[in-house]
T-cell receptor, first 113, second 116 residues
Framework: KNQVEQSPQSLIILEGKNCTLQ??????????LRWYKQDTGRGPVSLTIMTFSENTKSNGRYTATLDADTKQSSLHITASQLSDSASYIC????????????FGSGTRLSIRP | NAGVTQTPKFRILKIGQSMTLQCTQD?????MYWYRQDPGMGLKLIYYSVGAGITDKGEVPNGYNVSRSTTEDFPLRLELAAPSQTSVYFC???????????????FGQGTRLTVV
């Protein structure tokens, strides 16, 4: 069964600190993996996309990594800001059909001043 | 560029009432989706559509119906509202994966529904 699991479920860190969010998936065949950011009360917005051949991709203070062999991805946030408080959702697209993109349950990140 | 537009933003229904959540997109995407998100939980797929005239069930379709008469519109119908349908509903759209490799889903702002 195709699944996407994220950890931790929630995380609280102080402003300025770094953190890493994890995503493990069992989706096969695999096409690509996206990290979305969902602010409270808003729809998710894509942060970054990675295909199976990419290991690292950065978007400002966000750096995503992908290990297609172990089926793991991480999202590293550097020098966190209060505006980083949100849910971060890992989404995997199977290689066979875009209609079955699979969402993880997300990690709720809270940044404290 | 409007993207994905959902209406209404908020709604309170009484048990047994019916309503339609509207969703329209102006990006000419062929894939459209309806998700619900319960408090503190992830997104669950209700229904999706791969193109006009074609719809299919997702994980949690019971109590809902959809139609896709045009590429732009994908309304979600609740026939007999129940308290278990209290949730935030998100509509999304995307391109077909095989042709473009662009599978980014664009989301609407959500509809917060309360059934009392």
């Amino acid at each position: 069964k195709n699944q996407v699991e994220q950890s931790p479920q929630s995380l609280i860190i102080l402003e300025g600190k770094n953190c890493t969010l994890q995503c493990n998936y069992t989706v096969s065949p695999f096409s690509n993996l996206r990290w979305y950011k969902q602010d409270t009360g808003r729809g998710p917005v894509s942060l970054t996309i990675m295909t199976f051949s990419e290991n690292t991709k950065s978007n400002g203070r966000y750096t995503a990594t992908l290990d297609a062999d172990t089926k793991q991805s991480s999202l590293h946030i550097t020098a966190s800001q209060l505006s980083d408080s949100a849910s971060y959702i890992c989404v995997v697209s199977p290689g066979s059909s875009a209609s079955k993109i699979i969402f993880g349950s997300g990690t709720r990140l809270s940044i404290r001043p | 560029n409007a993207g994905v537009t959902q209406t209404p933003k908020f709604r309170i229904l009484k048990i047994g009432q019916s309503m339609t959540l509207q969703c329209t997109q102006d990006m000419n995407h062929n894939y459209m989706y309806w998700y619900r998100q319960d408090p503190g939980m992830g997104l669950k797929l209700i229904y999706y559509s791969v193109g006009a005239g074609i719809t299919d069930k997702g994980e949690v379709p019971n109590g809902y119906n959809v139609s896709r008469s045009t590429t732009e519109d994908f309304p979600l119908r609740l026939e007999l509202a129940a308290p278990s349908q209290t949730s935030v509903y998100f509509c999304a759209s995307s391109y077909t994966y095989p042709k473009t490799m662009n599978t980014e889903a664009f989301f609407g702002q959500g509809t917060r529904l309360t059934v009392v």
